[in-house]
């Protein structure tokens, strides 16, 4: 049983536009959420952590977290090439233990 | 500042033998966290310290894999008698965690890539 779902993708989407990645997550208990993006071959970087109901916008990432579906959300705008890697959704449930995704890998086409 | 650093970055190894890896976490974090990640997968919990305790250890994690913190400083991940299996880039993390700073995100290291032969 996978605690914490995310689509594998590939999501493409063209230079400019809003790339959407969503998290489902099964522990209704959790308090804590994390979106890490990680380059091939590299160690998963911190972009965002949200720890409450609605949005929380950082630049050009937002993240939105809905406890009561247990879904948190990412969404970068004004898509970069550079923005090309896969991002990883972590929950920390309510022991304190982080659980992670498997990823989804977003591809931003020039 | 520095960032949580491991040595080696790279272990390739014949299967049977023992390798040990080390991880020196931010100085200010007490605790300490080790994954394993396969290709096209999300990290997966080893084990995690809190100073120098060894507070959880994964039910998935075989006996053949110890973990220690001596001085609730750097870590060491030791496996013996590898197996092709445990081929995977093995990363430490760490954080702060105390009182109104137990929700703090754990800094993830480059990694340690072992390839078992």
């Known amino acids: 049983q996978k605690e914490v779902e995310q689509n594998s993708g590939p999501l493409s989407v063209p230079e400019g536009a809003i790339a959407s990645l969503n998290c489902t997550y099964s522990?209704?208990?959790?308090?804590?959420f994390f979106w890490y993006r990680q380059y091939s071959g590299k160690s998963p970087e911190l972009i965002m952590s949200?720890?409450?109901?609605g949005d929380k916008e950082d630049g050009r990432f937002t993240a939105q977290l809905n406890k009561a579906s247990q879904y948190v959300s990412l969404l970068i705008r004004d898509s970069q090439p550079s923005d090309s890697a896969t991002y990883l959704c972590?929950?920390?449930?309510?022991?304190?233990?982080?659980?992670f995704g498997a990823g989804t890998r977003l591809t931003v086409k020039p | 500042d520095t960032g949580v650093s491991q040595d080696p970055r790279h272990k390739i190894t014949k299967r049977g033998q023992n390798v040990t890896f080390r991880c020196d976490p931010i100085?200010?974090?007490?605790?300490l966290y080790w994954y394993r990640q396969t290709l096209g997968q999300g990290p997966e919990f080893l084990t995690y310290?809190?100073?120098?305790?060894?507070?959880?250890k994964s039910r998935l994690l075989s006996d053949r894999f110890s973990a220690e913190r001596p001085k609730g400083s750097f870590s060491t991940l030791e496996i013996q008698r590898t197996e092709q299996g445990d081929s995977a880039m093995y990363l430490c993390?760490?954080?702060?965690?105390?009182?109104?700073?137990?929700?703090?995100?754990?800094?993830f290291g480059d990694g340690t890539r072992l390839s078992i032969l």
């Open positions: 993390a760490s954080s702060l965690a105390s009182g109104i700073y137990s929700n703090q995100p754990q800094h």
């Open positions: 522990d209704r208990g959790s308090q804590s």
């Open positions: 949200i720890y409450s109901n």
């Open positions: 972590a929950v920390r449930d309510n022991n304190n233990d982080m659980r």
């Open positions: 100085s200010e974090h007490n605790r």
């Open positions: 310290f809190q100073n120098e305790a060894q507070l959880e």
